[in-house]
């Protein structure tokens, strides 16, 4: 793995398709009631603070991503179902916020509503051109202050496909983001053997940020890890 930016990871221009939440999925979500869990620390903080920037009417994208090939003639069908599978393990990515007056706000939505839509983009003759698109595209996509803050694409070619992902900073980091390749893989190669990987128990780190929530709140002053942090 290496970390990199988009202006570096040796795009080879073709024909691009891309993946979002679909239209229906989006339109059920906004009707959604609230969900109790509410924003982990980190993510009030960055989205907070994003909102700040704008308001101050300056850009700053806040997107992380990844990208890598997958070897073969690609089955998109079967690359679509692998990419709304991976979805579904990841319950932070069918997860927003809105806002109510200055409080955030969480939605969720139901794993059996999420479902992608794929379009295609166009083809690209010039690398440089390719890359300068995904930026931008991803730029205002996978942004913090809009939901769905995700976009998924791929380039297939005859031999294989470069896969290009990106997602606000409020659900990856660039820990979580070296799993990907893997776990695309797997559910990709299971779609194209007919069968399905094992549903693997996966902690959701939207219940995680009801537990830091918890945990922070249950603290006082009599804590030793905050009359340690009030000493330093």
Do not use: K
Request: aromatic residues 8%; glycine residues 8%; contains cysteine.
């Amino acid at each position: 793995m290496r970390m990199t930016d988009i202006q570096r990871c040796e795009v080879r221009p073709g024909r691009l398709v891309e993946w979002t939440l679909d239209p229906a999925a989006v339109r059920t979500a906004t009707g959604l009631p609230d969900d109790s869990r509410p924003p982990a620390y980190i993510q009030e903080s960055h989205i907070r603070t994003a909102r700040s920037v704008r308001e101050g009417g300056l850009f700053v994208p806040t997107w992380l991503g990844t990208a890598f090939d997958i070897p073969g003639r690609v089955d998109l069908d079967v690359l679509q179902e692998a990419l709304r599978g991976w979805m579904l393990r990841h319950e932070t990515l069918r997860s927003g916020f809105r806002w109510t007056g200055e409080e955030m706000r969480r939605f969720t939505l139901d794993a059996g509503d999420v479902s992608l839509r794929r379009q295609t983009v166009g083809e690209f003759h010039d690398a440089g051109a390719l890359v300068q698109h995904l930026q931008d595209r991803f730029d205002v996509t996978a942004d913090a202050l809009r939901w769905p803050n995700f976009l998924f694409s791929a380039v297939p070619r005859d031999h294989g496909a470069s896969v290009y992902m990106a997602f606000d900073h409020s659900n990856v980091d660039s820990c979580s983001v070296q799993r990907i390749p893997a776990e695309i893989h797997e559910l990709y190669r299971a779609g194209l053997a007919g069968s399905r990987t094992a549903r693997r128990e996966v902690s959701s780190y939207v219940d995680f940020c009801r537990t830091e929530r918890a945990s922070a709140d249950g603290l006082g002053e009599a804590d030793a890890i905050v009359a340690r942090r009030a000493r330093s």
